[in-house]
């Protein structure tokens, strides 16, 4: 008899739906530690009635509580302790929409693995990420937490993240479980409002929102979070045809489903259960596992079973699959992690700040560079380092930043002080990061920008730190118009009219629409929130010793009237034709966004060549290989992305204009010449037919390689999939 089996048979109902439930000991936990509060939660796991554990940390703490599990409790079962590990536990690389602007999947896994790390050191097993959602609403806080707007990067972002943070062994010390989020179309909530309703066709649903999840359940993760949102009047937290039946049923997950925070009980305010005795079994019956926080599970599965709303057996079921997830993790044999001689070592503290390094230097975008002003030179006058983000610890490393250590932030202010020996830098705050709340603020404000602005005139070249603060990034920040807070317009245009060469260096989560900004600043470099080695990473940069290599995972829009502007649209019957009234367009705006997806400047020089398929005509079980000639025709060397998109010109669905089929990052010295080959398999030219279903339909496909999604700019080139021969 197995260990669960065994288990299951001498559990009480008590004890079965206390390994349903997921408590928070509290957001003050992580910062002040354990409350006042704290014993009757550990009266409830030494009685089993709590199975998982999110929000506590600091291993002395977690070891504390794990040990009344596993010593004091009937059962001696060890309890599952979560926490967001997003972009870092100590240490923090760029937030993920920033990283995937590095498109280096080999980056996206490390970092994980090195959060993993950390975060297995203190006594987490469990991480509420990555986040999967595809964004094409800046408008929504929640963008920075993913991969941006294709789905092909989020796969790829989503088996990158499982790897790295899972590793190869489940059970290993240093392996955290992954949990997909939030499962699904979550970043489509209507006009970019967080926690609002989502209207989507099936069509953009299997297209577009769950190619990630069933990439991220592919690659193994243990675990996937429902999203607080409802489609189409279905709520995630209680749809059993998506739970169960497709990503259980179709997919072949094995893992558990972890709620979002109360997301079960706000079944009622969705108003589909009248209670949380509804509420609790219409989420069991749909699949969910561990109910977070919300009490629908500790409260109401004992009535629904009475009230014959729910059976025993699928009780059992779901506490089976939750005991199994737990044995998987080898928390039966090691509750405790630590004190396995065979356990390997872990990266230094050198190495982690090494990668994170790289990381942000590596995600940073140069979205223009008019005149060549970047790189400054090593030697020269005085550089003005002017902004409210210059020294702001916080600013650096973004949200849901784990327990980023704040006296280990390298702060702009320090980065270029050591990237530039030979050069004095000046700095000034210039203004708030947000709105000033009373006269005195208004009038502190005035100050800095006056101060600033007497410091500018005295240097040879400005660089403005500007952006978004962090705080109205991420979760419950929706903005319906993402630009520049406070007065850090008004301080941009008094030291742009100066005349001095000026770059804006440019914090944020999100495009920042602040399209005249952009538009006149000599050079700008967008680095999102870079993390605990951004000041250092972006003095890099600025300074020449790293040449920039991010791409936009996101269209940046020209005017929030755009939005949502993104390069994956399906033809119009009456295509855009300039000059033409009666054609989709706007009357006041281009179409295009400012700046495309995939767009980022470098201080080296490539060009492309048109693409060679190895044949013309091919068949599905034939495949087909696209060869692009790559050159660095600057004087030095650099790196950059070249994006390969397809298009199915006739089918029996209308398909997008363009397709992200495959994405490299390729570095090449000053000069230097190579070749890029992307191999596609028929796996590539699979639609969904009129029925959602997997078809291959024979015919043309224009294949174009290019820096970014600008359809003008892309080389391509036709090749024909031929119908397989008929069977004698």
């Known amino acids: 008899m197995s260990r669960i089996t065994e288990l299951l048979a001498t559990m009480t109902l008590e004890e079965k739906i206390g390994q349903l439930v997921m408590v928070s000991l509290g957001a003050e936990t992580i910062v002040t530690g354990p409350r006042a509060a704290e014993e009757p939660t550990v009266e409830d796991v030494r009685s089993g009635r709590v199975g998982s554990v999110l929000n506590l940390v600091g291993r002395d703490r977690i070891h504390a509580l794990q040990r009344v599990a596993v010593e004091e409790s009937r059962l001696k079962i060890p309890l599952l302790f979560g926490l967001d590990v997003v ?104 006009a970019g409002r967080d926690y609002a309703s989502v209207e989507i066709s099936e069509r953009t649903l299997h297209e577009v929102y769950l190619p990630a999840f069933e990439a991220a359940v592919k690659a193994g993760c243990l675990a996937i979070m429902p999203a607080f949102v409802d489609i189409a009047g279905r709520p995630m937290s209680g749809d059993h045809g998506f739970l169960t039946d497709l990503v259980r049923g179709r997919w072949g997950f094995e893992g558990i489903y972890v709620s979002d925070y109360d997301a079960v009980g706000e079944l009622v305010a969705h108003g589909v259960a009248a209670d949380m005795v509804e509420a609790a079994a219409i989420a069991l019956k749909a699949g969910m596992d561990l109910d977070m926080e919300s ?42 992690g630590r004190g396995d ?8 503290r050198a190495e982690r700040r090494a990668v994170v390094r790289e990381a942000a230097a590596a995600s940073a975008v140069l979205l223009t560079n008019r005149g060549r002003v970047l790189p400054l030179a090593p030697e020269g006058g005085p550089i003005a380092l002017i902004g409210p983000f210059v020294d702001d610890t916080a600013q650096m490393i973004g949200p849901w930043s784990g327990l980023g250590d704040q006296d280990e932030i390298v702060t702009l202010t320090a980065g270029f002080a050591a990237a530039f020996p030979g050069r004095e830098v000046r700095v000034a705050e210039g203004c708030a990061a947000d709105h000033a709340e009373d006269d005195a603020g208004a009038a502190c404000d005035a100050m800095l920008i006056a101060e600033a602005e007497a410091l500018a005139t005295t240097c040879d070249v400005v660089v403005l730190a500007l952006g978004e603060p962090s705080e109205l990034s991420g979760e419950a920040a929706s903005r319906a118009r993402p630009g520049l807070t406070g007065r850090q317009a008004e301080l941009a245009a008094r030291i742009l009219a100066l005349g001095k060469p000026c770059v804006v260096v440019m914090t944020c989560g999100r495009p920042l629409i602040e399209t005249e900004l952009l538009k006149k600043a000599d050079a700008t470099l967008v680095v999102w929130y870079p ?49 033409e009234h009666f054609t989709t367009q706007y009357l006041d705006v281009p179409n295009t966004p400012l700046f495309p997806f995939g767009h980022g400047l470098s201080y080296a020089d490539f060009g492309l060549e048109a693409p060679r398929p190895s044949s013309p005509a091919f068949r599905a079980g034939e495949g087909v290989v696209v060869t692009t000639r790559v050159t660095n025709r600057g004087a030095r060397a650099g790196a950059t992305t070249v994006f390969l998109f397809s298009r199915d010109v006739v089918a029996s669905t209308a398909r997008p204009l363009l397709e992200l089929k495959r994405f490299e990052t390729i570095e090449l010295a000053a000069g230097e010449t190579r070749d890029l080959a992307f191999t596609l398999t028929a796996a590539d030219f699979v639609l969904l037919g009129p029925d959602l279903e997997p078809r291959l339909e024979p015919g043309r496909f224009d294949l174009s390689v290019g820096f970014s999604a600008d359809r003008a700019s892309l080389k391509t080139v036709s090749v024909e999939l031929l119908a397989e021969p008929a069977v004698a």
């Open 295 to 336: 009490r629908a599970y500790p409260d109401g599965l004992k009535p629904a079973l009475e009230r014959g709303l729910i059976s025993i057996d699928l009780i059992d079921e779901t506490v089976a699959r939750v005991l199994r997830v737990k044995e998987r993790l080898g928390l039966f044999e090691a509750p405790f």
């Open 531 to 579: 993390g605990s080695e951004g000041g250092r990473a972006v003095a890099d940069l600025v300074a020449g010793a790293v040449s920039p290599s991010g791409s936009l995972p996101v269209s940046w829009p020209l005017d929030v009237g755009q939005i949502p502007v993104f390069f994956g649209e399906r033809p119009s019957g009456r295509p855009f034709v300039l000059g």
């Open 87 to 190: 972009h870092g536990y100590f240490t923090n690389a760029p937030v993920p929409l920033g990283e995937t602007a590095a498109f280096r999947p080999d980056l996206w896994e490390k970092t994980a693995r090195l959060a993993a790390e950390e975060a297995c050191d203190d006594g987490i097993h469990l991480t509420f990420a990555p986040m999967l959602d595809c964004a094409r609403d800046p408008r929504w806080g929640r963008i920075v937490e993913g991969p941006g707007e294709d789905p092909t990067v989020g796969r790829a972002f989503a088996a990158a993240k499982v790897r790295g943070f899972q590793g190869a062994d489940p059970a290993s010390p240093w392996s955290l479980a992954a949990t997909a989020k939030h499962f699904a179309a979550y970043g489509a909530c209507t």
């Open 341 to 348: 001689p065979a356990r390997p070592a872990a990266s230094t």
